[in-house]
């Protein structure tokens, strides 16, 4: 049986004292089955890490692929690991805004488990990709080229349609479900969690969730707000 988990992924949002504001808040629920974690911005991570309850993890949202060096303004997996269980790595937003391939974020994934951070991998289709009927081939991709030589057991997948993100429209749980099950067909495992993201809120995270192959979620607008995120976490 794969636990849940829903990851909050804030993005280029909240401030240190922001975030400790929310962690403070979300410390005093502790009616969760799921695993809880939170991918906040880089200069939160240490003082999210003192400040949340253990119960909870702290992840990161991006991390370089080099040891260390001459590489202005990123950030290594030596850096974060004292703070980081987790980091995300192939964000749909990554790919498109900063130009990340397949075969960086296969590098991005190998570095954290070297550091024994597990990534959360993300793949999914863009709209154009999907009406075109591309779904499935788009993910067979993704999947082949960024999880190539990775232990598919030590990480977290994410599916996460590009159309649904941020978008207010959320995949249907039978949509969903059907790429989710595609996705553990090709790596082959039932131990790793899958998770679904694409604007999940409260309302809709039961249905999501309750999918056979849908272990859980990452949520980007919904996790801002205190309430929202733990409406989502209470229905995991
Ligand atoms: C995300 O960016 O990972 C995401 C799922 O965003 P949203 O929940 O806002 O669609």
């Not at 001459?70 to 964000?91: L, N, P, W």
């Not at 863009?126 to 232990?151: A, F, M, N, P």
């Not at 977290?156 to 649904?164: K, L």
Request: glycine share 8%; charged share 25%; with cysteine.
């Amino acid at each position: 049986m794969r636990k849940k988990i829903v990851v909050a992924n804030w993005k280029m949002n909240k401030t240190v004292h922001e975030a400790v504001s929310f962690a403070n808040e979300i410390n005093k629920y502790q009616d969760f089955r799921c695993d809880v974690a939170l991918c906040a911005p880089f200069v939160a991570l240490s003082e999210l890490r003192n400040v949340l309850d253990k119960r909870f993890h702290v992840g990161a949202q991006n991390i370089y692929f080099e040891e260390a060096g001459a590489y202005t303004g990123e950030i290594s997996a030596t850096m974060i690991k004292k703070f980081c269980r987790f980091v995300i790595v192939g964000h749909s937003e990554r790919r498109q805004i900063f130009k990340e391939d397949d075969q960086v974020v296969n590098k991005k994934a190998k570095i954290a488990l070297k550091h024994g951070i597990t990534p959360i991998v993300c793949i999914g289709e863009t709209l154009q990709e999907r009406e075109s009927g591309k779904t499935s081939e788009v993910v067979q991709r993704q999947i082949l080229e960024s999880l190539k030589d990775i232990d598919v057991t030590q990480i977290i997948m994410a599916y996460e349609p590009v159309w649904a993100i941020g978008t207010g429209r959320n995949a249907t749980p039978e949509q969903a479900e059907e790429i989710h099950a595609l996705i553990r067909r090709l790596i082959g495992s039932e131990k790793t969690r899958i998770l679904y993201g694409g604007s999940v809120k409260p309302e809709n995270a039961k249905g999501l969730m309750q999918q056979k192959n849908i272990d859980g979620a990452l949520v980007g607008g919904a996790s801002l707000d205190v309430k929202s995120f733990i409406g989502i976490c209470q229905n995991a």
